[in-house]
């Protein structure tokens, strides 16, 4: 699963940042177009963090919005769903927002 390893990711990161002390709760952007699932990812991630340093934080999930710029009319679009191209007809669809997965902030003990 996607999410499988995506959790033993996040969990890597906050294990190599905590410097041995215990990971209260962890931040992450997940943006619209990165097809994860934020329930299945929580559900991955408990169990990932069980026997680590992450054990029993919590997961807090920020969902990013997707955004395009179309390189034709400069438009800003909205979209929660990968788009091919813009309300112009033009294909050249930059994608801004919304195809991230960071960690963006970690509470420790
Ligand atoms: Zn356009």
Redesign the pocket.
């Known amino acids: 699963m996607h999410e499988l390893s995506i959790s033993r990711n996040i969990v890597a990161i906050a294990e190599q940042q905590c410097e041995g002390r215990r990971v209260l709760r962890i931040q992450v952007k997940v943006g619209e177009l990165s097809c994860v699932m934020p329930d299945a990812l929580r559900f991955c991630f408990d169990s990932c963090t069980q026997g680590t340093a992450a054990e029993g934080a919590t997961l807090d999930i920020q969902c990013v919005p997707g955004e395009f710029l179309?390189s034709?009319?400069n438009?800003r679009l909205r979209s929660s769903t990968p788009r091919a191209s813009?309300?112009?007809g033009?294909r050249q669809l930059i994608c801004v927002s919304g195809d991230e997965l960071t960690v963006s902030e970690l509470e420790l003990a």
């Open positions: 179309c034709a009319c438009q813009c309300d112009c033009a």
